[in-house]
Each structure stands twice: as structure tokens, then as C-alpha cells.
Nanobody, 120 residues
Framework: QVQLVESGGGLVQPGGSLRLSCAASGNIFRLNIMGWYRQAPGKQRELVACITSGGNTNYADSVKGRFTISRDNAKNTVYLQMNSLKPEDTAVYYC??????????????WGQGTQVTVSS
């Protein structure tokens, strides 16, 4: 089993920035893909960004150029730097991880989520 713990969410004004962190623990020896999904009320959960242990990335079109995903393999931690935030970015952001390398498919492990609210 893998446990994922997110941090860094909060309230920010439009145009502002936040950095989310997700630390993985447990059976992480073969953990490969890590990433972020988000879900707004009444909407389906959607991919935001993900990254493999080898550095291959995938981003949703809506966040390209604004968000950057990165990871620190030594700390088993993945980050999401979110710049130029928009109200439509408001959602619960969920950390995700898996053992596979296919960036368009979510892994089997999920964090509890962290709320990101973009509002004036």
C-alpha cells in the first residue's frame, strides 16, 4: 500500500500562485507515476498534470503554460506549481500515484485531497 498526503492548498486571489506538495510513503520502492487530478463540485474528476520517475510529463490543456509539475525522487514527493490562477481552477486537488508509466492513466493510489479556491 501507498499513502499520499497533500499540502499547500488554500485561498488565493486571481492571478496568484500556490504550490501543492504530495509526499508518498509506504510501499514506494517501485512507485513510478505521480500526479494531480482535480474535481470541482458537480463536475467529473480530471487530470491536471502527471510525471513519471523518468521525467515524462502530461498536462491538461487548460493548465499548460501556467502549471508546472516536478518531483523529488529522494523525498518521494511530487509538486505542482500553480501560477496565474483563475477562478475556474477552484477545485479539490488530489494527489495520485501508481506503479505504471502510462501518463494518461491514473494510478491506484489517491490522497485525501486539498482545497484550492481562487477568488477575490
Amino acid at each position: 500500500q501507498v499513502q499520499l498526503v497533500e499540502s499547500g492548498g488554500g485561498l488565493v486571489q486571481p492571478g496568484g500562485s500556490l504550490r501543492l506538495s504530495c509526499a508518498a510513503s509506504g510501499n514506494i520502492f517501485r512507485l513510478n507515476i505521480m500526479g494531480w487530478y482535480r474535481q470541482a463540485p458537480g463536475k467529473q474528476r480530471e487530470l491536471v498534470a502527471c510525471i513519471t520517475s523518468g521525467g515524462n510529463t502530461n498536462y491538461a490543456d487548460s493548465v499548460k503554460g501556467r502549471f508546472t509539475i516536478s518531483r523529488d525522487n529522494a523525498k518521494n514527493t511530487v509538486y505542482l506549481q500553480m501560477n496565474s490562477l483563475k477562478p475556474e481552477d477552484t477545485a479539490v486537488y488530489y494527489c495520485n500515484a501508481g506503479l505504471h508509466t502510462i501518463v494518461v492513466i491514473p494510478g491506484n493510489y489517491w490522497g485525501q485531497g486539498t482545497q484550492v479556491t481562487v477568488s477575490s
